[in-house]
């Protein structure tokens, strides 16, 4: 099992730019969720959702859009990359007592 | 809102000895309390998770102890590595079960001297 995956790992935009950051995982989790992990600073929640067709905001939502069409993927679009969103960006699933992490995006927008 | 604080932000030691990191939030309404690792460019690997009814959790040469009613946590690492270098961050879950929303620390950077 690959668990949960991230592409790309690191990612260089312009200002104004749009890109989807892409999520996927293999253990049949209905929970995913986003977070963004900035320097001195704790991850904080993006968005989220509890299955396929459902999700909501977190704490951190304005900038980004999610969509869940299927159990396995969890796509986080920027529509307009402003330098505000460089930042370093984890998804992660849920099940029980456990949450699991992918290894990250690295963005940078310049 | 939550509020969760990690001190201190940094921590060097020399090998050998034993790890104390602290972590502090605000509002004693948890579900459960969880303590992460994360190394340089890497995703979080869990640790320990400590149940809101529970006062410790062990795994090794780690050990995790919660004090709901204050508010507090304590994860300690005993007999340090240069392998236990590395970021330590907790996490709290709120009140209710299958809500997964996590509310972090910024983490405690660990280096431990060879």
């Known amino acids: 099992n690959a668990g949960v995956t991230q592409t790309p790992k690191f990612q260089v935009l312009k200002t104004g730019q749009s890109m989807t950051l892409q999520c996927a995982q293999d253990?049949?989790?209905?929970?995913m969720s986003w977070y963004r992990q900035d320097p001195g600073m704790g991850l904080r929640l993006i968005h989220y959702?509890?299955?396929?067709?459902?999700?909501d905001q977190g704490e951190v939502p304005n900038g980004y859009n999610v969509s869940r069409s299927t159990t396995e993927d969890f796509p986080l679009r920027l529509l307009s990359a402003a330098p505000s969103q460089t930042s370093v960006y984890f998804c992660?699933?849920?099940?029980?007592?456990?949450?699991?992490f992918g290894p990250g995006t690295r963005l940078t927008v310049t | 809102k939550q509020e969760v604080t990690q001190i201190p932000a940094a921590l060097s030691v020399p090998e050998g000895e034993n790890l104390v990191l602290n972590c502090s939030f605000t509002?004693?309404?948890?579900?459960?309390l969880q303590w992460f690792r994360q190394d340089p460019g890497k995703g979080l690997t869990s640790l320990l998770l400590?149940?809101?009814?529970?006062r410790e959790q062990t795994s090794g040469r780690l050990n995790a102890s919660l004090d709901k009613s204050s508010g507090r946590s304590t994860l300690y690492i005993a007999a340090s590595q240069p392998g236990d270098s590395a970021t330590y961050l907790c996490?709290?879950?709120?009140?209710?079960?299958?809500?997964?929303?996590?509310?972090f620390g910024a983490g405690t950077t660990v280096t431990v001297r060879a």
């Open positions: 992660a699933t849920a099940r029980g007592n456990e949450q699991y």
């Open positions: 253990m049949n989790h209905e929970y």
């Open positions: 959702s509890v299955g396929a067709g459902i999700t």
């Open positions: 509002d004693s309404a948890i579900y459960n």
């Open positions: 400590i149940q809101s009814s529970q």
């Open positions: 996490a709290v879950s709120p009140r209710r079960s299958n809500d997964y929303k996590l509310s």
